[in-house]
Nanobody, 125 residues
Framework: QVQLVESGGGSVQAGGSLRLSCAAS????????MGWFRQAQGKEREGVAA???????RYADSVKGRFTISQDNAKNTLYLQMNSLKPEDTAMYYC???????????????????WGQGTRVTVSS
């Protein structure tokens, strides 16, 4: 079991930046993949970025070059640095984790068994 708590969301104008954090607790030593997802109102949850145990990363095309996923293993914390934010980035952002060994590059909800409660990001034009 692993527990995930997101923070760092807020309201920002277009072009601004935010850094989301996800604090993990529990059996964090067994986590194999971690990711960030987002869900805008009326839309399905979509993958934003993922990072594997080896530090390999994968980004959705819509955020590539603007967002950076990273992790601090000593602090059991996952980050998402979001720059050049756009109104279309407005959504609830969720942190996710999974223990299963395998490909971490798939930005699919099915890849993850553990989810946080989310943190809201609002980008105004």
């Amino acid at each position: 079991q692993v527990q995930l708590v997101e923070s760092g969301g807020g309201s920002v104008q277009a072009g601004g930046s935010l850094r989301l954090s996800c604090a993990a607790s529990g059996h964090t030593y067994s986590v194999y993949c971690m990711g960030w997802f987002r869900q805008a109102q009326g839309k399905e949850r979509e993958g934003v970025a993922a990072i594997g145990w080896d530090g390999s990363t994968r980004y959705a095309d819509s955020v590539k070059g603007r967002f950076t996923i990273s992790q601090d293993n000593a602090k059991n914390t996952l980050y998402l640095q979001m720059n050049s934010l756009k109104p279309e980035d407005t959504a609830m952002y969720y942190c996710a984790a999974d223990f299963r060994v395998g490909d971490c590059s798939a930005l699919s909800r099915d890849r993850y068994n553990y989810w946080g409660q989310g943190t809201r990001v609002t980008v105004s034009s």
